[in-house]
């Protein structure tokens, strides 16, 4: 049995599913991060793409890799900066509009920004509260909070509310006057 393999776009590290091909890039769980694997994929001209929880998903079943499936973005953690009006922290959306008007990135500041292994916010809050993920700088994601994903298709914006995420706009001024204008 050789150990390592590429069938059907999945990838097999002894046995175990490691990962997935998606065009030039090999989406692979970071727990089979090595030099072995990593010269295996470079020498078949993929660009590895090491992301935590691909094994899981791929034991429970998911179809990764393939045009079924949707394909992960990438996560941005805002939180508001240190030197915010305290009482713009931790409020329910309705009342962070009310106060102080929709939330702005201008009073933000990036805690977290890489992959995780879901595109759900509701999972990404459990990640982000339990088991901070390697590179993840700030407290435990808190409502007024905002969790963004995206991809080169673009951003989605969602405020972690009292219960739940709000998904929302949040795009500085200067964004939204620049957007559609081209020469």
């Not at 150990?3 to 999945?10: A, E, S």
């Not at 700030?138 to 673009?154: C, I, K, N, R, W």
């Not at 998904?167 to 559609?180: A, D, N, R």
Request: hydrophobic share 30%; net charge negative; proline share 6%.
């Amino acid at each position: 049995m050789p150990g390592i393999t590429l069938k059907n776009g999945l990838i097999s590290y002894y046995g175990n599913p490691a990962g997935y091909k998606e065009k030039e890039k090999a989406v692979v769980d970071s727990i089979f991060r090595n030099d072995e694997l990593s010269t295996w994929l470079k020498s078949r001209s993929l660009t590895p793409q090491w992301t935590d929880g691909v094994m899981e998903r791929l034991l429970a079943g998911e179809r990764l890799g393939g045009e079924t499936a949707a394909p992960l973005k990438n996560v941005r953690i805002w939180q508001l900066k240190p030197d915010v009006d305290v009482c713009m922290k931790f409020i329910p959306y309705e009342e962070m509009v009310r106060q102080f008007g929709a939330p702005s990135p201008e009073a933000y500041r990036i805690a977290y920004d890489g992959q995780l292994d879901t595109n759900d916010p509701e999972a990404i809050y459990a990640r982000c509260n339990v088991n901070h993920p390697s590179g993840y700088n700030g407290h435990s994601l808190s409502m007024s909070d905002v969790v963004e994903l995206y991809d080169t298709q673009g951003s989605e914006y969602h405020y972690c509310d009292r219960f739940g995420f709000q998904k929302i706009s949040f795009e500085s001024p200067e964004q939204t006057q620049t957007m559609g204008m081209s020469m």
